[in-house]
């Protein structure tokens, strides 16, 4: 994974449901260019709904994946749905709350929730909710040629899990 769309992981419950957090920064190059000064309209930095759909998959990805210690390469399947009411600005953070609905040896699927909160104020809001479907690619994908060395969970997904004191999930 090239890009991490979230920061770090504040709640673990080993089976069932990760919490992730996501602060947007104006420092984000990709806010600059959505949605950029008009002839008419002043700047608009919001964070785009596909990040934050993307950042929900990243953090139930990471959940499915740590079901196994992150043996298997999971990548996403499907996402059935996702709403999102609302915009995140920057100066604002994103919880990602993703729960595991079910697993078996081909997948597993997931459900999430997402919302903001303005520093201003403290409290977070719902702002929206997914339902995400994972493969075990080495279970399905059986007779195509993968490496061997999990290209999922990259060096930035460690980074992170290292970083939220969970590390030793990858032992």
């Not at 999971?74 to 915009?87: H, P």
Request: net charge negative; glycine share 8%; hydrophobic share 40%.
């Amino acid at each position: 994974m090239r890009w991490m769309w979230i920061d770090t992981i504040v709640t673990y419950e080993p089976d069932k449901r990760l919490v992730a957090i996501k602060n947007v920064s104006l420092a984000e190059e990709h806010l600059h260019e959505h949605f950029p000064v008009t002839a008419t309209l002043p700047a608009q930095p919001v964070m785009p709904a596909s990040l934050m759909i993307e950042g929900m998959a990243q953090t139930a990805g990471i959940l499915v994946g740590s079901l196994r210690r992150f043996k298997e390469k999971v990548v996403l399947a499907k996402i059935q749905r996702a709403e999102i009411n609302a915009d995140v600005i920057p100066g604002q953070c994103i919880r990602y709350d993703a729960r595991i609905e079910r697993i078996d040896p081909m997948g597993a699927g997931t459900s999430g929730t997402i919302e903001r909160m303005d520093h201003r104020t403290g409290q977070w809001e719902k702002i929206g909710e997914t339902e995400i479907m994972f493969s075990h690619v080495d279970q399905n994908m059986s007779g195509l040629a993968f490496p061997e060395h999990n290209f999922v969970f990259s060096d930035s997904f460690r980074n992170v899990l290292r970083s939220s004191g969970l590390g030793h999930l990858m032992d």
